[in-house]
Every structure is written in structure tokens, then in C-alpha cells.
């Protein structure tokens, strides 16, 4: 029975609040597969702003899973596996309110595991509150797929319909047919003269040019996109794209997306060099940038 004082909200209580919150409806903004779709490409590009080395018996996909969507993920020695990395819940804080003692449950672990951090125990965490990115990503990808609901429905609003009167069911049949032959391609139809007389087939949404949006809807989900980009530290061109645009102002937001993903860099990097210390040797992690965020390039006066 899960117990959400004393164990840690592992994956399957997570699936199973997906599963169960999960609304379909076009109407809700994050329990929808829009939603969810692009919540998965984002998150891979979170994912590939690092180079993270860990123990090769950890399973990265586990291990960047709680890092980055929960915030934290604890690393502890057991007598069973050695050194884990494992989502835990904190048992006791320190004078300044850090986690001093964790307990981590496993059915693969022998009892309740306590770690007492700088002993047997560190945390890897993101940002100072410990908070993960799910809130940042979530908030993206809800506004990337209401876009896209957006596009689609303007694009089948261009789809022109029309209007034709007719003095009877064979007359109308005859005029379907034919707007159906040339709508798939015929170079030639051909109708009795009678047919339409002096009646021509008007549009039944006449100004449908003028809610044509795609254009600006495609301009703004690059823009959303672009600003998730430069929080996530990936750097990208200028939300208003100008017709020259030198090298001077694409790098101009550079220290932006550097802001946040600096700070999860150097968390990480200082969790991990207190685990390499604590463990002597025997694990060794390390992080990298996997873009140059080194001295810029010269840039066009």
C-alpha cells in the first residue's frame, strides 16, 4: 500500500495518476495526447543539453528520469547492490533544513534503506528547491498543442466549400459528380449546357482568405518554442526574426539561456563531486555541457 509520508512517489504511483487524470477531451489543456506528445520531444531536448557520465550499472533513462522531471534523485550504498541511485524521502533535516537523513524502499532491497547524507549518502538535485522541470515542460507543451489544434482547424477551414441551386435530385447528383471529377484532378468535365444555365457555383464561406492564419500560428509555435529553447540553455535565434539578422543579434539572448541551466549545471557537477569523495573511488560521475559555452566567437562589428 503506498504511503505518501513514509515512501518516496516512485513511477508506478505515477502511472497510475497519469492514467486515472488522463482526459481526452480537446477542452483540456494538459490531459490530452497533444499535450503529451510534445511533452516527450521536449524533454528530450532537456536531456540532450548535458553530457552526464554515472555508474554503468545505473540505468540512465531511471536515472535522468528522476533528476530532471521529480528534482532529485538520491545516491546511497547498500550492502545488497553497492552504490544506487534511487528516489528516496527524507526522514530527518539539518540546522539550515537539508535533507541529513533519507530512507529509500525497494522490493529489491532487503528493508528500508536509511542514508545519512555525507556518510553513506548524497542527493543529486537540479535547483535549489529541489522542484524538477515537469512544471516548465508541461507549461510549453500545453501551449504547443493548443497551437496545433489551432493550425489544424485553420487549415480545414480553408478547404472551400460551395453552393449550387438545383430543380431536382438528378440535376444535383449530375453537378456533385462533376465538381468531384475536377477536384481530383480531371483536366476535362464535361456537362449538359442545360445544366447550369444561367446559375454559377458561389462560395459558401466567401472570405475565407481573409482567416487565413497558418502563417502566424506556425510564426508563433516557433516562438514558443524558441523560448523554451533559451530556458532549457539551448541556444537559438531571437524570438523576432528580422530580415538581416546579423551574427551580433542571433547571439544576442545568449546569456538568457545561459541564466537557469548554469545553476542546474553547477548543482549537479557539486552532487557529483561529493559522491565521487564519498565513494573513494569507486563510482566516478561526471556533467559536461554538450554545447561550447566557453569564449564566444568574434562577432561582426
Known amino acids: 500500500m503506498y504511503n505518501a509520508e513514509t515512501m518516496p512517489y516512485d513511477y508506478t504511483a505515477q502511472a497510475f495518476t497519469d492514467f486515472f487524470n488522463k482526459q481526452p477531451a480537446q477542452v483540456k489543456g494538459v490531459w490530452n495526447d497533444a499535450t503529451q506528445y510534445h511533452k516527450r520531444y521536449l524533454w528530450f531536448m532537456i536531456y540532450s543539453v548535458f553530457k552526464i557520465t554515472i555508474s554503468e550499472e545505473w540505468s540512465m533513462n531511471w536515472f535522468r528520469f528522476w533528476l530532471f522531471q521529480f528534482g532529485s534523485i538520491a ?74 489544434k489551432a493550425i489544424d482547424i ?18 444535383a447528383d449530375t453537378i456533385k459528380e462533376a465538381y468531384a471529377q475536377a477536384t481530383t484532378g480531371q483536366p ?23 482567416n487565413y492564419v497558418v502563417d502566424l500560428l506556425l510564426s508563433a509555435k516557433r516562438t514558443i518554442i524558441n523560448e523554451f529553447l533559451t530556458k532549457v540553455g539551448i541556444r537559438n535565434a531571437n524570438y523576432d526574426k ?3 539578422l546579423n551574427s551580433q543579434e542571433v547571439s ?50
Not at 516548465?136 to 493548443?146: M, P
Not at 487549415?155 to 431536382?168: L, P
Not at 476535362?188 to 481573409?210: A, E, I, R, S
Open 75 to 148: 545516491v546511497l550504498y547498500t550492502k545488497e547492490y553497492g552504490w544506487i541511485a534511487y528516489p528516496y524521502a527524507v526522514q530527518r533535516l539539518d540546522l539550515y533544513y537539508q535533507p541529513k537523513d533519507i530512507v529509500v524502499t525497494s522490493p529489491f532491497l532487503e528493508g528500508e534503506k536509511i542514508g545519512r547524507i555525507g556518510v553513506n549518502a548524497e542527493i543529486v538535485y537540479l535547483l535549489d528547491d529541489f522542484y524538477g522541470l515537469n512544471d516548465l515542460v508541461t507549461r510549453y507543451a500545453e501551449k504547443l498543442a493548443n497551437i496545433d
Open 154 to 171: 485553420a487549415i480545414m477551414n480553408t478547404n472551400v466549400a460551395y453552393v449550387f441551386s438545383a430543380d431536382n435530385k438528378k440535376q
Open 188 to 210: 476535362f468535365v464535361t456537362l449538359n449546357k442545360d445544366t447550369l444555365g444561367n446559375d454559377t457555383v458561389t462560395p459558401f464561406f466567401p472570405g475565407v482568405k481573409n
Open 242 to 244: 528580422k530580415e538581416r
Open 252 to 301: 544576442e539572448n545568449d546569456d538568457e539561456t545561459r541564466s537557469i541551466i548554469s545553476i542546474i549545471h553547477d548543482n549537479i557537477k557539486k552532487s557529483f563531486d561529493r559522491i565521487n569523495k564519498l565513494s573513494d573511488g569507486e563510482i566516478a560521475l561526471s556533467i559536461e555541457y554538450a554545447y561550447n559555452y566557453g569564449k564566444e566567437e568574434e562577432t561582426d562589428g
